[in-house]
Nanobody
Framework: QLQLGESGGGLVQAGGSLTLSCVVSGRTAWTFNTYFMGWFRQPPGKGREFVAA????????DYSDAVKGRFTIARDNAKNQVTLQMNRLEPEDTAVYYCAGGRPTNVRGAYGYWGQGTRVTVST
């Protein structure tokens, strides 16, 4: 019922910035403003890890220690969109980034809907 589409990935030098976007569409997209939204990433050769999450109304956010202070998650419920502003990127941020949506019991845990991912590569 929900489709999530990420964009904005690419190649950037260390210290640079990128903004990822995720747009939600589908038959029940009108319920977007009732869902928590999250960003996860999967570095090469590693498992998927939590990056950031935002509550349904944008009133609260959560970040992993690895990105806190450098990344900012935001949402625009009128546009069914969630973004991830990534600043001061490091080679360790290289990964495929996934957008996720749902009503998880733990915002760092399982989400019901996932995008296909967008690749971010940070060069030295």
């Amino acid at each position: 019922q929900l489709q999530l589409g990420e964009s904005g990935g690419g190649l950037v030098q260390a210290g640079g910035s990128l903004t990822l976007s995720c747009v939600v569409s589908g038959r029940t997209a009108w319920t977007f403003n009732t869902y928590f939204m999250g960003w996860f990433r999967q570095p090469p050769g590693k498992g998927r890890e939590f990056v950031a999450a935002i509550a349904w109304n944008g009133g609260s956010t959560d970040y992993s220690d690895a990105v806190k202070g450098r990344f900012t998650i935001a949402r625009d419920n009128a546009k069914n969109q969630v973004t991830l502003q990534m600043n001061r990127l490091e080679p360790e941020d290289t990964a495929v980034y996934y957008c996720a949506g749902g009503r998880p019991t733990n915002v760092r845990g399982a989400y019901g809907y996932w995008g296909q991912g967008t690749r971010v590569t940070v060069s030295t």
